[in-house]
C-alpha cells in the first residue's frame, strides 16, 4: 500500500482547487484557519465544516481524522480549536508565538512536533550583508483523529502538499500521521535544496579568492558563516525527533510509517554532514585569504624597503656634500658635481637591478 510512499509524495499532481475558510463568514474560529478538512480511507469528504462540526463527524463515526491548517494564528484565534481538541497549553503557547528550536513532545495522547522551514534568498552578488537563509516555522499536534498544522513565516506553505497527498488516498489512509511524515518529507527536502543553493555561493567565494585578482572578501566569508549557523540550528536539533518517530512505539504514529521516518532521518543526516562540510571549507577559504592578505602585506613592505636602500644611497650623497665645511674634496673642482652624480646614479641602479633580480621590485 505504501511501497510508492516518498514517489507519490514528491511527484507532481494536477492542481485542484483547496476550499479556503480564510475568510470570517467561512471560518468562524478565525481568519488564522487556511483550511479544515475531514478525511475518511483517505479521501477528502465533501463540504466545507467548521472545526467542532468536523471532529463530532469523525469521532461519531470512529472513522477518518480532522486536518486542520493555521497560518500564525493568535491566542485568541487558537482559543476554539485548543479547547475542542484538548491541546496542552505549553504546546499551545509554543505553536502561538513560535521562535522555538526543532523538537518531539508527547502530551497525554497528542504528539506536538515543531520544525524549522528555511528558503534560499535569491540575490545577483554576495554581499557582506546579504541574507542567504530566512527561516519560518512549521508546527504539528499529531492525535489519533486530528492533525493541526500550525504555520509561522512568509514561506513553507502546505498547500500543495496537502494536494499531493489527496491524489493519494492510500497514503492518507494511513492517518494523521501519514500527514506528519509528509511534513517532514518536505522540510527535508527543502533542506537538501537550499544547502544546494548555498553551495553555489560558496563555490563563487572560493573562486574569487584564488582568482588572480584575489578580489574575495573576508566579509563575505563571515556572512556566509553566519547564514551556514543559522541553517545549522534548523537542522541539527531536529535529528534526535526524527529518530525517536522512527524508532520508538507511539500510539499516534501508525507502525507502517516509521520506516518512512527512518528514510527522512537519513536525509537530515546528510544535510548535516554537507552543513559540516561546508563550515570546515568556509573556515579553509577564511584561512587562504587571510594568508593571501599577509603574503600581499610582505609584498608591499618588500617593496617599500627596496625603494627606502635605493633612495638612501642620493640620501647620504647629498647628506656629506650638504654640509657646511670649507674644506671637502673635489668641492672646487669643475667635474666634482658629474662625478658625484654619475656615482650616485650607478649605484642605484645596481641596488635596483639586484632587488629586481631578486623578485623585491
Not at 537542522?235 to 500510539?251: G, I, K, N, Q, W
Not at 656615482?343 to 621590485?361: A, D, E, P, Q, S
Amino acid at each position: 500500500m505504501i511501497s510508492n510512499l516518498r514517489k507519490a509524495v514528491r511527484l507532481p499532481q494536477p492542481r485542484r482547487r483547496g476550499v479556503d475558510l480564510s475568510h470570517p463568514a467561512r471560518s468562524p474560529l478565525g481568519t488564522a484557519v487556511v483550511n479544515c478538512a475531514v478525511y475518511v480511507d483517505g479521501v477528502r469528504q465533501k463540504g466545507d465544516h467548521p472545526a467542532d462540526v468536523a471532529i463530532r463527524r469523525v469521532r461519531k463515526t470512529g472513522r477518518g481524522f480532522v486536518w486542520i491548517g493555521l497560518h500564525e494564528p493568535s491566542e485568541k484565534e487558537f482559543a476554539g480549536i485548543v479547547e475542542l481538541f484538548g491541546l496542552h497549553p505549553l504546546a499551545v503557547e509554543d505553536a502561538v508565538y513560535a521562535h522555538q528550536r526543532p523538537k518531539l513532545e508527547h502530551y497525554d495522547d497528542s504528539l506536538f512536533t515543531v520544525f524549522k522551514t528555511v528558503r534560499y534568498v535569491d540575490h545577483d552578488r554576495l554581499t557582506d550583508t546579504s541574507e542567504v537563509v530566512e527561516t519560518g516555522e512549521i508546527m504539528v499536534f499529531t492525535g489519533t483523529d486530528f492533525v493541526i498544522t500550525v504555520r509561522h513565516g512568509g514561506h513553507g506553505s502546505l498547500g500543495p502538499l496537502r494536494e499531493q497527498l489527496e491524489s493519494v488516498p492510500e497514503q492518507l489512509a494511513l492517518g494523521p500521521s501519514a500527514v506528519l511524515h509528509a511534513v517532514a518529507d518536505l522540510v527535508v527536502d527543502d533542506y537538501l535544496d537550499v544547502t544546494s543553493a548555498v553551495q553555489n555561493d560558496i563555490d563563487d567565494v572560493e573562486s574569487e579568492v584564488f582568482s588572480v585578482r584575489g578580489s574575495g572578501g573576508a566579509g563575505r566569508i563571515y556572512q556566509l558563516k553566519r547564514e551556514l549557523l543559522e541553517l545549522k540550528r534548523a537542522v541539527a536539533p531536529l535529528d534526535r525527533p526524527m529518530r525517536e518517530l522512527a524508532t520508538h512505539s507511539m500510539s499516534e504514529v501508525d507502525p507502517r510509517i516509521k520506516t518512512y521516518f527512518r528514510d527522512v532521518a537519513d536525509h537530515l543526516d546528510r544535510v548535516t554532514e554537507q552543513i559540516t562540510s561546508f563550515d570546515e571549507l568556509l573556515n579553509s577559504i577564511l584561512q587562504a585569504h587571510l594568508a593571501q592578505v599577509t603574503v600581499a602585506q610582505n609584498e608591499d613592505m618588500r617593496r617599500i624597503s627596496a625603494w627606502v636602500a635605493i633612495l638612501a644611497v642620493p640620501t647620504m650623497v647629498c647628506g656629506v656634500y650638504g654640509m657646511n665645511f670649507d674644506h671637502m674634496p673635489e668641492k672646487h673642482w669643475t667635474f666634482g658635481y658629474p662625478l658625484v652624480m654619475t656615482v650616485t646614479v650607478t649605484l642605484c641602479w645596481l641596488i635596483h637591478r639586484g632587488f629586481k633580480r631578486n623578485g623585491w621590485l
